[in-house]
């Protein structure tokens, strides 16, 4: 069954240092997401992505934060200078397509990636 | 109001015991409805969607009340490998995924 896939699982940084965060999305997807959970809260968005371009991002997603599909399979979440608060479990997600309209509604089922935890020291 | 609402729990249930939770959204604008479920320190992952009609799959069963924007979900003879946090996830208009805390089940044998 495809999946998505992240690296690193696990990514210690100390603060103020840039960070990298890579998903591999389920290939025939075409919306891609980043979310997070600090610990012991819930799942936040932060960004999704379609078509080479942000479609959507939350207050978490300040200028610190970018996005990018660099080739047809990577999509990763850059922090540029990283901060205490920024430690938390890094979900990608992605879906197949959106729908429009009608009792299923307008989002597609998001599979998720296993995560990636960052620790900021 | 939060956006989506749960009880936070812990349900502790013997095996076989049917459950119930409880969801609550504050957007009645939304469109979308799912519960997933969590491990602990790992991914969400689809449980089931949620439809007006309701619906049902195997042990679990999910239904919606647009009106009073109640979602809820019904899990027949629990099994331990039932335990998990359950969390109640609503989609807007846009692609965005809104989540709950979580409903965390544990069942006991």
């Known amino acids: 069954e495809p999946e998505v896939t992240q690296t690193p699982s696990h990514q210690v940084t100390q603060m103020g240092q840039e960070v990298i965060l890579r998903c591999v999305p389920i290939s025939n997807h075409l919306y891609f997401y980043w979310y997070r959970q600090i610990l012991g809260q819930k799942v936040e968005f932060l960004v999704s992505?379609?078509?080479?371009?942000?479609?959507?991002k939350s207050e978490i997603f300040d200028d610190q934060f970018s996005v990018e599909r660099p080739d047809g399979s990577n999509f990763t979440l850059k922090i540029r200078s990283t901060k205490l608060e920024d430690s938390a479990m890094y979900f990608c997600a992605s879906s197949e397509f959106v729908l429009a309209g009608g009792d299923r509604g307008a989002t597609d089922t998001q599979y998720f990636g296993p995560g990636t935890r960052l620790t900021v020291l | 109001r939060k956006e989506v609402e749960q009880d936070p729990g812990p349900f502790n249930v013997p095996e076989g015991a049917t459950v119930a939770f409880n969801c609550t959204y504050s957007n009645s604008a939304s469109q979308s409805f799912f519960w997933y479920r969590q491990d602990c320190r790992k991914e969400p992952k689809l449980l089931m969607s949620v439809y007006s009609s309701g619906n049902e799959d195997g042990r679990f069963t999910a239904q919606l009340n647009r009106a009073s924007q109640y979602i809820s979900l019904l899990i027949r003879d629990s099994k331990l490998s039932d335990s998990a946090t359950y969390l109640c996830?609503?989609?807007?208009?846009?692609?965005?995924?809104?989540f709950g805390t979580g409903t965390l089940l544990a069942v006991q044998p």
């Open positions: 996830v609503v989609g807007g208009a846009t692609n965005k995924l809104i």
């Open positions: 992505f379609y078509n080479n371009e942000i479609s959507e």
